[in-house]
């Protein structure tokens, strides 16, 4: 039997004077136990030096979890129970672009999953989270 999951991608906005930003058009993904996804997600970065891009994880009524983070530098770290045999991304710096391949998935992959960039310009933390929670924050992505 089948059994089909989703997953929903929204793009968080940490947005500092240099307006470092992501950007998810994708729409909504339907897939099956053991399939292969990529949830894509785009960015804006004013960084010369780095750029640090994030993947966040959230089940219902919890917390986002962190995934894994990609840095321009081409540092890159996974979350211990996202193993990178079936999370991956891979930062294409000439698309701007930093897309999340899940491979072999379960059924508890079904969740909200974030991209977020965060910013490399100091600024107001205050600010920050107001962007964080603000409504231009858009559910992007439905996997089902």
Known sequence: MEHWLWIILAALFFECK???KVIQEQGDVIAAE????????????????ATYLFWYKQEVNNFPKYVLRRDS??????AQEFPKDRFDAKINKKEKSVPLKIQKLQLSD?????CAVRPTVTGNTKTLYKNLWSKDNRILHNIH
């Open 18 to 20: 240099g307006e470092d």
């Open 34 to 49: 053991g399939d292969t996804v990529t949830l894509n997600c785009k960015y804006e970065a004013t960084s010369t030096y």
């Open 73 to 78: 530098t081409g540092a890159a770290e996974n």
């Open 110 to 114: 079904s969740a909200v999953y974030y």
